[in-house]
């Protein structure tokens, strides 16, 4: 069964860092791009950010540029997305998802259950 | 970056009747290369991750139902449901991939009237 499992988040203070998990199982991992995408309480989903399959490609929403970091091991079948200087509009339920046939550019079929990440002092 | 407008915000349908949402991109998402429009529709239900129903704007993923289907090209495209059920109830969102950063519609919330 393909699936993925999110781990991380919870609260923080403004300012603060937090790192987020997402293991992968039932696929050929490494040839998949993964991506992160968000949902702030009662607001639509919002794209965050996308990794290629090799991890060689990274790309970020303006929103999150230079702020957070998205990364993966393709030994652990595992992606990271490392946020730094958390604001207080970063607060939302994060999605780890993974590209429907691979590429950069692609839909995502697969979805984890979300974690939430609440930035408040 | 490609605006994705959606309408109506909200949909009140009856159920056994037809429910079309219409998602509007503010540029092509049509990639000439391939001849696919790089545009998704999701089905989001409260407490549960997104569900991709439909992707290169018209074909429909394994396991949805065949009321559901995906329409148009270039800038304009319709999520169609041909005959409501109750678990249709839910917001419904358009993606497009074709740029970066891929940018979802505003979501339109679809009921029972």
């Known amino acids: 069964e393909v699936q993925l499992v999110e781990s991380g988040g919870g609260l923080v203070q403004p300012g603060g860092s937090l790192r987020l998990s997402c293991a992968a199982s039932?696929?050929?991992?490494?040839?998949?791009?993964m991506a992160w995408v968000r949902q702030a309480p009662g607001k639509g989903l919002e794209w965050v950010s996308t990794?290629?399959?090799?991890?060689?490609?990274?790309y970020y929403a303006d929103s999150v540029k230079g702020r957070f970091t998205f990364s993966r091991d393709n030994s652990k079948n595992t992606v990271y997305l490392q946020m730094t200087s958390l604001r207080t509009e970063d607060t939302a339920v994060y999605y780890c998802?993974?590209?429907?046939?691979?590429?950069?550019?692609?839909?995502?079929?697969?979805w984890g259950q979300g974690r939430m990440v609440t930035v408040s002092s | 970056d490609i605006v994705m407008t959606q309408s109506p915000d909200s949909l009140p349908v009856s159920l056994g009747e037809r429910a079309t949402i219409s998602c509007k991109s503010s540029?092509?998402?049509?990639?000439?290369?391939?001849?696919?429009?790089?545009l998704a529709w999701y089905q989001k239900k409260p407490g549960q991750p997104p569900k991709l129903l439909i992707h290169?704007?018209?074909f429909r993923e394994s396991g949805v139902p065949d009321r559901f289907s995906g329409s148009g090209s270039g800038t304009d495209f319709t999520l169609t449901i041909s005959s409501l059920q109750a678990e249709d109830v839910a917001v419904y969102y358009c993606?497009?991939?074709?740029?970066?950063?891929?940018?979802f519609g505003q979501g339109t919330r679809l009921e029972i009237k």
């Open positions: 990794i290629s399959g090799s991890g060689g490609s990274t």
């Open positions: 993606q497009q991939y074709y740029d970066t950063p891929r940018t």
């Open positions: 039932g696929f050929t991992f490494n040839s998949y791009a």
């Open positions: 998802a993974k590209s429907f046939r691979g590429g950069d550019y692609d839909a995502f079929d697969i």
């Open positions: 290169w704007a018209s």
């Open positions: 540029q092509s998402v049509f990639y000439n290369s391939n001849k696919k429009n790089y």
